[in-house]
């Protein structure tokens, strides 16, 4: 099964920050989580009990913040940023 990737409007806005290349090396990273959405992420802490937050690594210095919704198929990318500001929000 595999899950659909929706991007926030804040992801979109972070996207549209970085040069292309890096841009599209983010893209096909996160799209590679739609076949096993667990197998490299880390769930962070503090998240809601109903819908967890995790970040994915991507590369040395880009994070991805999502959220996995396993009854819909839905993998929502929240924000993506460098990792120093990454985890600043949650």
């Known amino acids: 099964m595999k899950y659909r990737i929706l991007y926030t409007s804040r992801a979109r806005k972070d996207l549209r920050r970085f040069p292309d290349i890096v841009a599209r090396r983010i893209i096909r990273a996160i799209h590679t ?6 197998l490299n992420v880390k769930k962070l802490k ?3 009990l109903d819908h967890p937050v995790y ?23 929240l924000e993506i940023e460098d990792r120093k500001q990454a985890y600043r929000d949650f």
């Open 46 to 48: 503090g998240g809601a």
């Open 33 to 38: 989580l739609g076949e096993e959405p667990y």
């Open 55 to 77: 970040t994915f690594r991507i590369g040395l210095y880009h994070r991805a913040i999502l959220s996995i919704h396993d009854e819909v198929l839905v993998i929502h990318v």
